[in-house]
């Protein structure tokens, strides 16, 4: 059982940026894959970002590729997304997501992801 707290979220200016953290509760964090997941206003939840349990790989969607970094501390039970150069676009409630076995076939179906967090809100202003 693994459970997700998301924080960091807020508003911010084009341009700008935040930085998203995810702590996780359970002993076995360190073996899942982690992702973040977006809903923008009216629209379905999309995939973003994705690290497998060693963090030797690395996935990004292209709308978010050179802006955004993901990053993981398994001593801490932490995962963060770093956004960089926020566009309105980008605004949307961020989820954290743990999956049991992340790999390059199959991180962006949030179907391969057992638990989630909550939601934190980024709001992008022109």
């Known amino acids: 059982q693994v459970q997700l707290v998301e924080s960091g979220g807020g508003s911010v200016q084009t341009g700008g940026s935040l930085r998203l953290s995810c702590a996780a509760s359970?002993?076995?964090?360190?073996?899942?894959?982690m992702g973040w997941f977006r809903r923008a206003p009216g629209k379905e939840r999309e995939f973003a970002a994705a690290i497998t349990w060693s963090g030797d790989n690395i996935y990004y969607a292209d709308s978010v590729k050179g802006r955004f970094t993901i990053s993981r501390d398994n001593a801490k039970n932490t995962v963060n997304l770093q956004m960089s150069s926020l566009k309105p676009e980008d605004t949307g409630v961020y989820y954290c997501?743990?999956?049991?076995?992340?790999?390059?076939?199959?991180?962006?179906?949030?179907?391969?992801?057992?638990?989630w967090g909550q939601g934190t809100q980024v709001t992008v202003s022109s």
């Open positions: 997501a743990a999956a049991p076995n992340l790999d390059r076939r199959n991180y962006y179906w949030d179907s391969v992801y057992d638990y």
């Open positions: 359970g002993r076995t964090f360190r073996r899942y894959g």
